[in-house]
């Protein structure tokens, strides 16, 4: 598992990248919520989740299966498990 | 609570400083930004993804219909012996709740809408967008600017045959020639793939706009409408064909012809998303989609665009229309197959949204589904 700081710095960049694709306003990156209920909360839905999937792959190389996106609901899900696929990935 | 503005909007003017990759034929991972790198593609995902927002259910209207066709998806299952209910407060309070909910858009269909007219326009003030699933032969009021699906299933011959009904297309065309939310909606079976080039001929003479869908069994059925591997391959042949000739006024691409037509239903391709066969109601459809009955009820377990039909024979259009939509990342491995997934999507927006204008194909040929083989023949 990623240490504290590489988690809040990646936490930050999705919250970047979704506040930038989804077009969402009166939030920023440091004042976004990352345990904020994505689909319920923010109204994000299936086709958002594949588009951010997609910037996160081009990002880190990772593919965020479909079968998981009903796990990725808060910012700090998707930090972990893009995290995690990192460190399986170093570890070969 | 954050604010949502449609996305997309101010992305164009970048899109179009962006240069164009150079595509080669070696096998290369392709990143998504290459791919909409590329102006006429970067544009196209722009314009479609504006409507992600759509998240629809569909509604019985009625439990009866004035005509009676082989094959009916209606007149199977349980949902035709739903009591109607035909209160415009309960319609319009059924309305309201699915708003607060989160659905956009409203599929009003079996059996026939056009028989309850009053309770399609009390949808349409409350949702704005939607579709109505209509034999065409009752005209629904100007009104309910909804799209109208009007189903076609061969020539008026046939049509007597399958649909009991005398004259149909003749009687459609009358009541919505010049009719902007009017979409004619070709249904191939086994026996009438041949008729579309009569049925296609005099429809572009009418100005009309007509898609392509494909017979689905219901369960259990095993009758003559039933498609084989021969009759898809013929269909295929039969959509790519009609794509050139009528680019005016059908609404379809090549890949909408691999999609409906491939020995694999889309459940197999796809993996359906209606809770049908979708246990997750965490997201998307599986999370949002009812289905209704005529008496406002609905069962999570029976829950698909078109109740009834045999999952793995389906391959109606209006299954596709969100399934294939649905599964954007997978088709985000090259430019060629973004090209006709984009195609897809740009379809089924202009057959189901009405004031959506329908751009040009951008991917000519046929492209496999991802993770299956092109189909033969």
Request: glycine letters at 6%; one cysteine or more.
């Amino acid at each position: 598992m990623g240490n504290p700081y590489e988690i809040s710095k990646l936490t930050l960049r999705i919250a970047e990248i979704m506040i930038d694709e989804l077009k969402l306003e009166d939030v920023t990156p440091e004042t976004f919520d990352p345990d904020i209920d994505l689909i319920d909360e923010v109204g994000i839905d299936s086709m958002d989740l594949a588009t951010i999937a997609l910037v996160l792959r081009d990002e880190y190389g990772i593919v965020i299966d479909e079968d998981d996106y009903p796990k990725l609901n808060t910012i700090g899900r998707i930090a972990a498990y893009i995290q995690e696929r990192m460190d399986e990935a170093k570890q070969g | 609570m954050m604010n949502r503005s449609r996305p997309g909007c101010d992305r164009e003017s970048r899109m179009e400083a962006q240069t164009h990759p150079v595509e080669s034929t070696e096998q290369k991972t392709w990143k998504f930004s290459d791919i909409i790198g590329d102006p006429l593609i970067g544009a196209r995902w722009e314009k479609v993804r504006r409507y992600f927002f759509l998240r629809e259910s569909t509604y019985d209207m009625t439990n009866r219909c004035n005509i009676r066709c082989d094959g009916c998806y209606y007149f199977e299952g349980d949902k035709q012996f739903a009591h109607e209910n035909q209160n415009p407060a309960d319609w319009r309070s059924l309305m309201k709740a699915e708003k607060a909910r989160g659905i956009t858009y409203v599929v009003l269909a079996g059996a026939e809408p056009s028989l309850v007219p009053e309770l399609c326009r009390v949808c349409f003030e409350e949702m704005p967008l939607g579709a109505i699933a209509s034999n065409g032969l009752r005209p629904i009021p100007e009104s309910v600017h909804y799209r109208i699906h009007i189903s076609v299933w061969g020539d008026d011959e046939t049509s007597l045959r399958v649909r009991k009904a005398k004259d149909m297309l003749v009687r459609q065309i009358a009541n919505y020639q010049d009719d902007p939310r009017a979409v004619f909606v070709y249904t191939f079976t086994r026996e009438n793939i041949e008729q579309i080039h009569g049925v296609m001929e005099v429809l572009s003479r009418h100005g009309c706009k007509v898609t392509l869908n494909m017979f689905s069994s219901p369960v259990g059925y095993t009758g003559p409408l039933r498609h084989t591997p021969q009759s898809l391959a013929r269909t295929r042949q039969t959509m790519v064909a009609l794509i050139s000739e009528y680019p005016e006024n059908l609404l379809f691409s090549p890949y909408s012809a691999v999609a409906h037509t491939h020995i694999h239903g889309l459940h197999v391709l796809y993996s359906c998303s209606y809770p049908r066969m979708n246990r997750s109601t965490a997201i998307g459809l599986g999370r949002s989609f009812r289905q209704y009955r005529a008496d406002l009820s609905w069962d999570r377990t029976a829950a698909c665009c078109v109740p009834d039909t045999d999952c793995t024979d389906c391959r109606h259009y209006a299954a596709g229309s969100a399934v294939v939509t649905a599964r954007l990342f997978r088709h985000a491995s090259d430019p060629d197959t973004f090209r006709s997934w984009l195609d897809y999507v740009d379809t089924y927006l202009a057959v189901w949204v009405m004031g959506y204008e329908r751009g040009e194909n951008l991917c000519d040929h046929m492209v496999a589904p991802p993770g299956h083989d092109l189909p033969e023949g």
